[in-house]
């Protein structure tokens, strides 16, 4: 007893003393640093978003880079070739985005498990080829570079993207929190567990899906838009299939249904590629690697060694 | 008053009748059991009056309205709430969490009301967390409460399922094989809170394989066999009906 109590005061303590490391680190972190920690909000936040469709109502989605893509290409080109503000052009990505998940979700979602995987896929193909085909708006292969942000005449630095990027990734962990503890929620993890049984209860399991998905979509083009407008840099290498197998793999490691979880894989497979830079061509290997490990040792995830009942 | 009017329900899985023309009513406040031998198309019927199985013929009417051929979710939102002979909970929840999805039908936030963290759905969570701990109290079973319903025995895993069902306030409860799996005083348990229930007003139809347990609790009685109702009436004219005996004994 007289342990948890010293754990407990501790895990307080060292919770603070991080996020005033966080608050303060633009006065002794140098760029690389700064964009890392930006990267690892930015890998949380996609994170967190799947895990309400895979993790709550156990869905898989391989579709989430394609909606990390169109947050980002709409709002980088709403911004830079349209001339929008940022805040307008980021509420129009993340408006457009949530509207496709809508428009795919209605016919997607009827399919079950393995077709559900092939559709997802299939959508973020079909991003891909769209982000080439449409080359003289979207900068194709080569992608295009972002005008500065400017707000009140001043130009948002990557110190301004940094604590935007903490601050959005609070703000989506309570969110998910929140539904992860109500009514919702409880919901959505029926779903996972027995359709019969959500059903019998009167869970609208096709609408509860839909609204899953919708969710997912809007977090992952969050993330896009944060991603493009810090690094002022958008381009299609960042929105394929292997990103959307990364995203799983950051849900699965973190342990599956837990946000916290998600946020401690988000953060670990944004920061893992920086340090293996030299094993470049081994990342996929790796990746491959670390998922056959975790799911052989660590079957529920970094979350699993945490706590043994998941109410994070 | 009749609640739920069964008219001439058929069913059919290939060339097997599973279902023939059965008929009956259950009235208001009532327990009702269905009886039969295994393979008469008991649960087959449970399945049909609750939504996740279509009948191919006849129509079921609940408080005079047509509810046979609507979608599960929408049958139990008319507060028609069901159990499962393999008892089914959500596996990665606590007991307690378990017991509080039985409030869904009479909670209302969305994920709207969640996020902007509106009043009246904090009001209904503590109203469904409380309504959830009073039904483990009756049944005797808080200290359960944050125990994960995989460290369950068969007979709690039964009760939570039913505990879950009165949480949801329903007019109508369905049970499949309440007592499946149950030691003697959780079943004297479980006939004490159906009766407590009845005086709530509550309408039960139930399952049952146990003859004292359906026999002592029931008001009436509805015998299947093969597929087709084969006697009705209370406890005592059911127990010494020749053509029930004969089917049980497969004379």
Same mark, same amino acid.
């Given at each position: ?312 | ?55 191919? $013929? *006849?129509? &079921? ?12 979710? +929408?049958?139990? !939102? #008319? ?100 007592? $499946? *799996?149950? &030691? ?12 407590? +229930?009845?005086? !709530? #007003? ?50």
């Amino acid at each position: 007893m007289t342990e948890n109590i010293f754990i407990r005061k501790y895990k307080s303590l060292a919770i603070v003393l991080f996020l005033i490391g966080l608050v303060i680190g633009p006065l002794f972190l140098p760029y690389y640093w700064l964009h890392l920690i930006t990267l690892a909000g930015v890998g949380s936040i996609l994170a967190l978003g799947l895990n309400i469709f895979y993790g709550y109502c156990g869905q898989i989605n391989f579709g989430v880079a394609a909606f990390y893509g169109i947050g980002a290409y709409i709002s980088a080109i709403l911004g830079t070739k349209y001339g929008l503000s940022f805040p307008l052009a980021a509420l129009c990505a993340l408006v457009g985005s949530g509207l496709v998940g809508l428009i795919i979700g209605v016919p997607l979602l009827r399919l079950r498990e393995h077709s559900l995987a092939l559709g997802t896929l299939a959508f973020t193909l079909l991003f891909s080829a769209l982000v080439n085909q449409f080359e003289k708006l979207t900068g194709g292969f080569d992608g295009f570079i972002l005008d500065p942000t400017k707000l009140a005449g001043f130009e948002l630095g990557y110190i301004f993207w940094y604590y935007f990027t903490i601050i959005c990734t609070l703000l989506v962990y309570f969110m998910c929190q929140y539904i992860y503890q109500s009514r919702v929620g409880r919901a959505m993890r029926c779903i996972r567990s027995d359709e019969s049984l959500a059903l019998s209860l009167g869970i609208n399991i096709d609408g509860y899906k839909l609204l899953a998905f919708m969710l997912n979509c809007v977090l992952a083009a969050l993330a896009g838009i944060i991603l493009v407008y810090s690094k002022r840099f958008v381009a299609p290498q960042d929105y394929t299939i292997g990103t959307s197998v990364l995203v799983v793999l950051m849900v699965v490691i973190g342990g599956v249904g837990s946000n916290l979880g998600a946020v401690f894989g988000g953060v670990l497979l944004m920061f893992l590629p920086e340090f293996l830079i030299h094993f470049k061509t081994f990342q996929v290997m790796i990746n491959g690697l670390i998922l056959i490990v975790v799911l052989i040792f660590l079957p529920k995830g970094l979350a699993g060694i945490a706590s043994r009942r998941r109410t994070f | 008053m009749v609640l739920l009017s069964i008219q001439k329900i058929k069913k059919n899985f290939g060339g097997l009748q599973a279902l023939v023309d059965v008929s009956f009513d259950v009235e208001a406040s009532e327990i009702l059991g269905i009886i039969g031998p295994n393979g008469a198309g008991k649960t087959t019927l449970l399945n049909i009056i609750s939504g996740l199985e279509n009948a191919d $013929g *006849g129509r &079921i009417l609940f408080n005079n309205e047509v509810i046979s051929g609507l979608p599960p979710y +929408k049958i139990a !939102q #008319k507060k028609i709430l069901r159990t499962f002979q393999t008892v089914k909970l959500d596996e990665e929840a606590t007991v307690l969490e378990n017991i509080m999805l039985g409030t869904h039908i009479w909670t209302k936030a969305g994920v709207i009301d969640i996020l902007l963290r509106r009043r009246f759905m904090f009001i209904e969570e503590q109203e469904s967390y409380n309504c959830a701990w009073e039904v483990l109290k009756l049944f005797g079973m808080e200290r359960l409460a944050d125990t994960s319903s995989q460290k369950l025995s068969p007979g709690q895993r039964q009760l939570i399922q039913s505990g879950r069902a009165f949480v949801g306030e329903p007019k109508l409860v369905l049970l499949d094989e309440p007592v $499946g *799996g149950l &030691i003697a005083e959780e079943k004297s348990k479980l006939m004490e809170i159906l009766l407590l +229930k009845k005086e !709530q #007003k509550l309408t039960t139809l139930l399952i049952g394989h146990d003859m004292p347990f359906v026999l002592g609790i029931c008001d009436r009685i509805v015998v299947l066999n093969f597929g087709q109702k084969i006697a009705e009436g209370p406890p005592s004219s059911i127990a010494n009906d020749p053509v029930v005996i004969e089917a049980y004994l497969g004379g």
